[in-house]
C-alpha cells in the first residue's frame, strides 16, 4: 500500500508539473524563475495527498506542522535538483551545440544569430538565415541567407538542423509558413523570438513567454503530435488493401495490357521519376498511354487530348485505369492509396516557386487519389486549388477521411455519386 500511494504521488507531482510547464523547453532555465510554480503546485500535491489521507484513514492524518514541512522540504529538494539538471544541461549544450537556422529578415534574424554566435551556452549553433520573404538570396555577414523553400531544405539535410529560429510570427507570409511544416517534417525543434509573443499559429500550440535569448522575448513552438500509431495503421490499411486490389483487378490489367501491346507495340508499361514523401523521389508505374514512338518528357505538361496519345491510351487516361499498377507502388511503399497526387520534379520545383503551399504536400506519403482529385481537380487544373485541397487534407487528417475518400473515388469510377463535395 506504501508502494502504491508513493508511485501516485509521484505520478500526481509529474502530472501538476507538466500542466505548469515545467517540463517545456527553455533556452535559458532557471530554478529560481521556476520556484513559484514548484512551490504552488508542491502545495497543492500535499494538501491533496493531506486530505484523502484525513478522509481514508482520521487516525494518520497529518498535522499541519508536517504538512508544512512535507512541503517546504520538497519544494527545497525540487528547486536544487532542477538547479542541477540546468547547470549540467548548459555544460552539455557548450561542448554539443546543434545546428540552427534562424528564420525571418535579414536585420532581425542577423542579430539573433549574432548573439547565438556569441553565446554558447544557448546550444544552439547559427549555420545560416533563411528569408523568404526577400527573392534576393546571398551572404549574411558570415552566414549564408537562403531564400527559397529548396535552398532551406538542401541546409537541413547537408548541416544536419535540428533547431529553427523565428523572428516573427510564422504567419507572417505563407513561404514563411511553409517553412514550419518543413522544419517539424525534418525532427526540428522550433523557437519564436517574438518580443510581442502574439504568434497564433493554425494547429500550433504556443507556450507562454517565460524565457529569454540574449533579451529576446522566446517561446517555443510546440506542434500538434503526429499521431504515429494511426500512421502505421494507415500504412498497413495502405498495404493489405493494394495487396486485395492488386489480385482482385488482375484480369482487368491483363485486359488493359493487353489492349496497349496490340494498339501501341511493346513497352507496356511506362516508368517515370517522381517526388514522393518528404521529396524522395520514386519510380512510378503506369500503363503505357502514348503511342510506342513518342516519349512522354520529365518537362512536358500533358493534357487531354493530346495527339501523342493512341485511342487505347485516350481511354485508360480518361478511365484512370492507367493508374492500375500503381497498386504495386503502394505495396512497395513508396505511395498510399490516398494522400496528395505526385508528380515529376522538374514541375515540383516550378510549382513550389510559384505556388508556396506547394512544397508542403510533402509531409504526407503522395497517393493514387485523395481529396483534390474526388473534387474533380485532376488532369489541367489549377494547381494552387489542388496544393489547397492536397494541405487541408493534411491538416485534417484522419482514417476515416481516407476512407470516405476511397468509397467516393469508387463510385466517380462507376459514375455514381455519394453525397456533396
Same mark, same amino acid.
Given at each position: 500500500?506504501?508502494?502504491?500511494?508513493?508511485?501516485?504521488?509521484?505520478?500526481?507531482?509529474?502530472?501538476?508539473?507538466?500542466?505548469?510547464?515545467?517540463?517545456?523547453?527553455?533556452?535559458?532555465?532557471?530554478?529560481?524563475?521556476?520556484?513559484?510554480?514548484?512551490?504552488?503546485?508542491?502545495?497543492?500535491?500535499?494538501?491533496?495527498?493531506?486530505?484523502?489521507?484525513?478522509?481514508?484513514?482520521?487516525?494518520?492524518?497529518?498535522?499541519?506542522?508536517?504538512?508544512?514541512?512535507?512541503?517546504?522540504?520538497?519544494?527545497?529538494?525540487?528547486?536544487?535538483?532542477?538547479?542541477?539538471?540546468?547547470?549540467?544541461?548548459?555544460?552539455?549544450? %557548450?561542448?554539443?551545440?546543434?545546428?540552427?537556422?534562424?528564420?525571418?529578415?535579414?536585420?532581425?534574424?542577423?542579430?539573433?544569430?549574432?548573439?547565438?554566435?556569441?553565446?554558447?551556452?544557448?546550444?544552439?549553433?547559427?549555420?545560416?538565415?533563411?528569408?523568404?520573404?526577400?527573392?534576393?538570396?546571398?551572404?549574411?555577414?558570415?552566414?549564408? %541567407?537562403?531564400?527559397?523553400?529548396?535552398?532551406?531544405?538542401?541546409?537541413?539535410?547537408?548541416?544536419?538542423?535540428?533547431?529553427?529560429?523565428?523572428?516573427?510570427?510564422?504567419?507572417?507570409?505563407?513561404?514563411?509558413?511553409?517553412?514550419?511544416?518543413?522544419?517539424?517534417?525534418?525532427?526540428?525543434?522550433?523557437?519564436?523570438?517574438?518580443?510581442?509573443?502574439?504568434?497564433?499559429?493554425?494547429?500550433?500550440?504556443?507556450?507562454?513567454?517565460?524565457?529569454?535569448?540574449?533579451?529576446?522575448? %522566446?517561446?517555443?513552438?510546440?506542434?500538434?503530435?503526429?499521431?504515429?500509431?494511426?500512421?502505421?495503421?494507415?500504412?498497413?490499411?495502405?498495404?493489405?488493401?493494394?495487396?486485395?486490389?492488386?489480385?482482385?483487378?488482375?484480369?482487368?490489367?491483363?485486359?488493359?495490357?493487353?489492349?496497349?501491346?496490340?494498339?501501341?507495340?511493346?513497352?507496356?508499361?511506362?516508368?517515370?521519376?517522381?517526388?514522393?514523401?518528404?521529396?524522395?523521389?520514386?519510380?512510378?508505374?503506369?500503363?503505357?498511354?502514348?503511342?510506342?514512338?513518342?516519349?512522354?518528357?520529365?518537362?512536358?505538361?500533358?493534357?487531354?487530348?493530346?495527339?501523342?496519345?493512341?485511342?487505347?491510351?485516350?481511354?485508360?487516361?480518361?478511365?484512370?485505369?492507367?493508374?492500375?499498377?500503381?497498386?504495386?507502388?503502394?505495396?512497395?511503399?513508396?505511395?498510399?492509396?490516398?494522400?496528395?497526387?505526385?508528380?515529376?520534379?522538374?514541375?515540383?520545383?516550378?510549382?513550389?516557386?510559384?505556388?508556396?503551399?506547394?512544397?508542403?504536400?510533402?509531409?504526407?506519403?503522395?497517393?493514387?487519389?485523395?481529396?483534390?482529385?474526388?473534387?474533380?481537380?485532376?488532369?489541367?487544373?489549377?494547381?494552387?486549388?489542388?496544393?489547397?485541397?492536397?494541405?487541408?487534407?493534411?491538416?485534417?487528417?484522419?482514417?476515416?477521411?481516407?476512407?470516405?475518400?476511397?468509397?467516393?473515388?469508387?463510385?466517380?469510377?462507376?459514375?455514381?455519386?455519394?453525397?456533396?463535395?
Amino acid at each position: 500500500a506504501t508502494a502504491a500511494a508513493a508511485v501516485l504521488l509521484a505520478a500526481a507531482n509529474a502530472a501538476l508539473q507538466a500542466q505548469g510547464g515545467l517540463y517545456r523547453p527553455r533556452l535559458a532555465p532557471s530554478a529560481l524563475l521556476e520556484l513559484p510554480a514548484l512551490a504552488g503546485r508542491t502545495a497543492a500535491l500535499w494538501c491533496g495527498a493531506a486530505a484523502v489521507l484525513a478522509a481514508a484513514a482520521p487516525a494518520r492524518a497529518l498535522p499541519w506542522n508536517a504538512l508544512l514541512a512535507a512541503v517546504c522540504l520538497h519544494t527545497v529538494l525540487a528547486c536544487a535538483g532542477r538547479g542541477l539538471v540546468h547547470r549540467l544541461w548548459r555544460r552539455s549544450a %557548450v561542448r554539443r551545440p546543434v545546428s540552427t537556422l534562424v528564420v525571418g529578415p535579414a536585420d532581425g534574424a542577423g542579430a539573433v544569430a549574432a548573439a547565438l554566435h556569441g553565446r554558447p551556452e544557448y546550444g544552439l549553433r547559427p549555420v545560416g538565415i533563411a528569408d523568404p520573404a526577400d527573392p534576393a538570396a546571398g551572404e549574411g555577414g558570415q552566414l549564408p %541567407v537562403l531564400a527559397t523553400h529548396e535552398d532551406v531544405r538542401r541546409a537541413v539535410i547537408q548541416n544536419s538542423v535540428r533547431c529553427a529560429v523565428f523572428t516573427r510570427p510564422p504567419e507572417a507570409d505563407e513561404r514563411t509558413a511553409a517553412l514550419v511544416r518543413l522544419f517539424h517534417d525534418h525532427g526540428c525543434r522550433l523557437w519564436l523570438a517574438d518580443p510581442a509573443g502574439t504568434a497564433k499559429v493554425t494547429g500550433m500550440r504556443v507556450a507562454h513567454p517565460a524565457d529569454q535569448l540574449w533579451g529576446y522575448a %522566446v517561446q517555443p513552438l510546440l506542434p500538434r503530435p503526429a499521431r504515429p500509431l494511426e500512421r502505421s495503421v494507415k500504412r498497413i490499411i495502405d498495404s493489405a488493401l493494394a495487396a486485395l486490389a492488386l489480385l482482385a483487378a488482375a484480369p482487368v490489367m491483363g485486359a488493359c495490357a493487353l489492349a496497349v501491346r496490340l494498339s501501341d507495340g511493346p513497352g507496356v508499361i511506362f516508368r517515370q521519376e517522381r517526388v514522393g514523401l518528404y521529396g524522395r523521389p520514386f519510380t512510378l508505374l503506369k500503363f503505357r498511354t502514348l503511342r510506342a514512338d513518342e516519349h512522354e518528357s520529365a518537362t512536358r505538361w500533358t493534357v487531354a487530348g493530346d495527339r501523342r496519345m493512341s485511342p487505347v491510351g485516350s481511354f485508360l487516361r480518361k478511365s484512370s485505369l492507367d493508374e492500375l499498377p500503381q497498386l504495386w507502388n503502394v505495396v512497395r511503399g513508396d505511395m498510399s492509396l490516398v494522400g496528395p497526387r505526385p508528380e515529376r520534379p522538374f514541375f515540383v520545383a516550378k510549382f513550389s516557386t510559384v505556388h508556396p503551399g506547394y512544397e508542403a504536400r510533402h509531409r504526407m506519403p503522395v497517393g493514387i487519389t485523395g481529396l483534390a482529385q474526388i473534387n474533380g481537380l485532376r488532369g489541367d487544373t489549377s494547381i494552387e486549388d489542388r496544393a489547397r485541397f492536397d494541405n487541408h487534407y493534411i491538416d485534417t487528417w484522419s482514417l476515416w477521411q481516407d476512407l470516405w475518400i476511397l468509397a467516393r473515388t469508387a463510385a466517380s469510377f462507376f459514375r455514381f455519386r455519394l453525397g456533396g463535395s
